[in-house]
């Protein structure tokens, strides 16, 4: 799915406190790319994130995917296209710790109405993928740290999404287990299609994206393509060269 | 997000959280036990009552007077008024308008009613057992075929039917008095002994002429002789003694004699008197093919105040009904009481679970479904308290029961609490009802939470 921003604005506070964490945004993240959003704390990577998802509505701009401005829909609609287009991984790792693994990774089909046979199945399916089929039944608080992000992103892939939000996936995280992480995202990318958007400070994990998209102080400071010199190049281009 | 799936997930909410699930549902319990218990109560006293009128009272026995307010809870408080013959005063003050013969007289010329007894008082000095010489006193009254006696020993009569114009009914308790007095060795004993009661005049009273007169020839033997009230004496024969029942409305504190020497006896004391044949009322019962409450309202044309025996359960399911609706008064106040701690519970779960809700939201659900999650939470905990609520009042009922009906003294077999399945099952969904509608507030907090903010708390 190809995501184009434009214009983006985003005001916290108002009049005299009023603080511009977005400012003007504009870019275009390609079909199936991996896009890396770089800044520091408090940059607005976050928030970034947020509006390009459909968590927020940022007062002017627009976020247009396959061709729909996300912001002008109504709040069914867009709760309606994160639960079946999008899969979150936040920064930190938001799964439900009274809930069992399985719960945790069903929740997102749970709320796209899909049937319990078939839940059971792709929750399988998920957990296998990030390695935890044999934590089905374990209780999510029971995980390590490592564990609870690849639960997390269980969750994130279980729904088959056509875009994927990682917020700092390996933030919390030592480099070894991080590793594992990024393998698994990349992995998702490049072989499941799914577009894969980054938030991260870690120049590192920054540079294994197609695109990196530099943030300073709610504004886009520079975009790097790794791929192509042509940094909008086609979708099905992208895709191949991989 | 599907009905199924929330509900399941609330349950699992609430079984993340036992301890405050329980405490808050006992609070409803509370509520539920009482009701549960009212209800129980009134049912049992219903049908009880029901059974006691119903096995005791002709359903076509009329019970007429002329002053309504006999049936309004009691006559008027006396003060000073303009002196009539027709009412009498009671020994605790309160007016009532009597009966006349007259009156009598004219119910006894209806085709529509039939049996006309008015309520005779027949009152003797004392009375006598057998062949022994100790005096008693104790209450008469008319034998009233309408109403059905349980006999201890000897026999009575089937329902409607009167007794010999000899015969005599007594209590099984003024047996026991008698045999503590040494007149007779056993209660049984008093069947076939006669009572013979001695009646005095009031028209022996001479006036103060007359006295001055008697002095004047015969001096103080002569006054005496002249004021030596006038007596009489009346004979029965015992036929029967009457058992006190559980289930028997008769008055059982009175001997009971036909109605025709009740008659006589009361005649007799108040000749002479303004008592004379005035009556509190009287009873008869309806002609076959005569609907009692259409007879009532013909009545009142004529100025008669009559009480049907559908009256009377319906003055006794009256006095149930206001009991039971203190009782259910208490259930729904600790409901009331409840439904803060549903609030406060469900608030504090909100608060708790900020981060689960966001995510939840995020992730794409309807605010609506996540309402629904907290409102199937509170429903939950509603149930939990009618469920242990509802079971605490069957154990404690049916475990007190026999100790109640001892207590009570209504007669084996029967129970003042009767649990119904129905009643307590609309209880238990008018309790999720109550507690959902409790969660509303809270849950339509949880529905608007922004899931940006939810995600930030940490
Ligand atoms: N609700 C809010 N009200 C006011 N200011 C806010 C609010 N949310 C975010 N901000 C501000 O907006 C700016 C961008 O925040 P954001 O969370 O996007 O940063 P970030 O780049 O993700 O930082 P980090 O790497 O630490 O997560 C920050 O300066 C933050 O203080
Ligand atoms: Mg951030």
């Known amino acids: 799915m190809v995501i184009e921003v434009s214009s983006l604005t985003k005001t916290y506070g108002k009049k005299n406190s009023a603080f511009k964490a977005l400012d003007d945004v504009s870019f275009t993240v390609p079909d199936g790319a991996s896009v890396a959003i770089v800044g520091k704390s408090g940059s607005g990577k976050s928030t970034l994130m947020h509006a390009m998802s459909g968590l927020d509505r940022p007062e002017a701009g627009q976020v247009i995917i396959d061709g729909v401005d996300i912001l002008k829909l109504k709040n069914k609609a867009v709760d309606r296209f994160r639960s079946e287009k999008i899969g979150f991984i936040f920064q930190a790792f938001f799964v439900q710790a009274n809930e069992t693994s399985f719960d945790n990774v069903a929740l997102p089909l749970e709320i796209s109405n899909v049937s319990a046979k078939e839940r059971k199945q792709r929750v399988d399916e998920a957990l296998k993928t990030v390695g935890l089929d044999d934590k089905t039944k374990q209780k999510a608080r029971n995980l390590s740290g490592g564990q609870k992000q690849r639960l997390a992103i269980a969750r994130a892939i279980v729904n088959k999404p056509s875009i994927i939000f990682a917020d700092e996936p390996t933030g919390n995280l030592d480099s070894a287990t991080g590793e594992i992480i990024e393998d698994l995202l990349f992995g998702l990318n490049k072989t499941g299609g799914s577009t894969l958007i980054i938030v991260t400070h870690d120049a590192d994990l920054a540079s294994k994206c197609d695109i990196q998209v530099y943030i300073k102080d709610g504004k886009i400071d520079r975009i790097d393509n790794n791929v192509t010199t042509q940094p909008f190049a086609s979708p099905t281009e992208e895709g191949a060269e991989l | ?458």
Do not use: C, H
């Open chain 2, 1 to 458: 997000m599907k009905t199924v799936d929330i509900a399941r997930r609330a349950v699992r909410g609430l079984r993340n959280a036992k301890a405050r699930t329980i405490l808050t549902s006992l609070a409803i319990a509370v509520g539920a036990f009482t009701i549960t218990v009212s209800l129980a109560a009134g049912e049992g006293a219903r049908q009880y009552a029901d059974k006691l009128i119903g096995s005791n009272v002709n359903p076509s026995a009329l019970f007429i007077v002329k002053d309504k307010s006999i049936f309004e809870g009691g006559g008027r408080q006396a003060g000073l008024q303009v002196y009539d013959q027709n009412i009498g005063t009671t020994s605790t003050g309160l007016t009532l308008k009597q009966m006349t013969q007259a009156d009598v007289d004219i119910l006894k010329a209806r085709d529509d009613i039939e049996n006309v007894v008015p309520t005779y008082a027949p009152t003797v000095r004392y009375m006598q057992f057998g062949d022994n010489d100790k005096k008693f006193t104790g209450q008469l009254a008319a034998y009233d075929p309408t109403i059905l006696s349980e006999a201890a020993f000897g026999s009575l009569p089937v329902m409607g039917k009167d007794i010999d114009d000899t015969q005599a009914v007594v209590p099984e308790s003024f047996a026991t008095v008698l045999v503590d007095q040494k007149v007779i060795k056993s209660p049984q004993e008093l069947v076939g002994k006669t009572i013979t009661m001695t009646a005095v005049s009031s028209k022996s009273l001479a006036s103060g002429e007359q006295l001055a007169q008697a002095y004047a020839t015969g001096g103080q033997a002569a006054v005496e002789a002249l004021t030596v009230p006038e007596t009489k004496e009346f004979t029965f024969m015992v036929s029967a003694l009457t058992k006190k029942s559980a289930t028997a409305l008769a008055s059982t504190s009175a001997i009971q004699i036909p109605a025709s020497e009740a008659r006589a006896i009361s005649e007799y004391t108040t000749l002479g008197t303004d008592g004379y044949q005035k009556y509190v009322g009287a009873t008869a019962l309806v002609k076959d093919g005569n609907d009692p409450a259409a007879v009532k309202d013909k009545l009142l044309q004529k100025e008669f105040y009559a009480q049907t025996a559908e009256d009377l359960q319906g003055v006794v399911f009256a006095v149930v009904n206001t009991l039971q609706g203190i009782v259910l008064g208490f259930g729904i106040v600790a409901l009331i009481a409840s439904v803060f701690g549903i609030i406060n519970t469900q608030y504090i779960s909100v608060l708790e679970r900020t981060r689960e809700i966001g995510l939840m939201k995020a992730l794409g659900m309807r605010g609506k479904s996540v309402s629904r999650l907290f409102q199937f939470e509170a429903a939950w905990i509603g149930f939990l308290g009618g469920i242990i609520g509802t079971i605490i009042a069957v154990a404690a009922g049916l475990a007190l029961n026999p100790w109640l009906t001892e207590k009570l003294g209504i007669g084996e077999g029967n129970y003042i609490l009767i649990f119904q399945p129905i009643p307590i099952i609309i209880m238990i969904v008018a309790l999720m009802l109550i507690a959902m509608l409790a969660g509303w507030f809270p849950a339509r907090k949880a529905a608007k939470l922004d899931p940006i903010e939810a995600l930030r708390t940490e």
